[in-house]
T-cell receptor, first 111, second 110 residues
Framework: DAKTTQPTSMDCAEGRAANLPCNHSTISGNEYVYWYRQIHSQGPQYIIH???NNETNEMASLIITEDRKSSTLILPHATLRDTAVYYC????????????FGQGTTLQVKP | NAGVTQTPKFRILKIGQSMTLQCTQDMNHNYMYWYRQDPGMGLKLIYY???????DKGEVPNGYNVSRSTTEDFPLRLELAAPSQTSVYFCASSWGDTQYFGPGTRLTVL
């Protein structure tokens, strides 16, 4: 996996946008960037993934820089239920689907 | 679809006992995985399988065994439980790199 670097923790006010950064400067051209989150005591949940274009779904938006060395996950209107650990992962293309989880960013959404 | 189901939810074992953690998925995914998560830490891959009859080791396989006789089931076996195996165990399945996780089994070894 390409090494990813995320801040250990972040705070966000409820109702505001949460912007979670991830550095992946060693990413190769065919490695996607995946985001998962883990709400306390639950199994991780897939959020979104992308290769080079910005992506949006019902949960979040993913902005990838043109050089692909970093990305930002955006939760447009954070709620208290978005408090979780967010993982940025860049697995190499393979036929195993393995993911290596790092420490992630603990996002605390505050009222 | 129930997705990925795991049983039991909680279990307390004595040192040296054995048990099997069950994992079943109903999404017809070829790939399945077992992770453990120690308190305050990230997930560590124990074993994975790319299809029925095929399994391989992950980052932390020692003390565990797996089998994959069907597409749906991927049980994890602990033969001689040790306190170091106290953890939360998550099973996941995928078609590609998007993994779907079960609710976890919280195991304590005393």
């Amino acid at each position: 996996d390409a090494k990813t670097t995320q801040p250990t923790s972040m705070d966000c006010a409820e109702g505001r946008a949460a912007n979670l950064p991830c550095n992946h400067s060693t990413i190769s051209g065919n490695e996607y960037v995946y985001w998962y989150r883990q709400i306390h005591s639950q199994g991780p949940q897939y959020i979104i993934h992308g290769l080079k274009n910005n992506e949006t779904n019902e949960m979040a938006s993913l902005i990838i820089t043109e050089d692909r060395k970093s990305s930002t996950l955006i939760l447009p209107h954070a709620t208290l239920r978005d408090t979780a650990v967010y993982y940025c992962i860049a697995p190499p293309p393979s036929n195993t689907g393995k993911l290596i989880f790092g420490q992630g960013t603990t996002l605390q959404v505050k009222p | 679809n129930a997705g990925v189901t795991q049983t039991p939810k909680f279990r307390i074992l004595k040192i040296g006992q054995s048990m099997t953690l069950q994992c079943t998925q109903d999404m017809n995914h070829n790939y399945m995985y077992w992770y453990r998560q120690d308190p305050g830490m990230g997930l560590k891959l124990i074993y994975y399988s790319v299809g029925a009859g095929i399994t391989d080791k992950g980052e932390v396989p020692n003390g565990y065994n797996v089998s994959r006789s069907t597409t749906e089931d991927f049980p994890l076996r602990l033969e001689l439980a040790a306190p170091s195996q106290t953890s939360v165990y998550f099973c996941a399945s995928s078609w590609g790199d998007t993994q779907y996780f079960g609710p976890g089994t919280r195991l304590t070894v005393l």
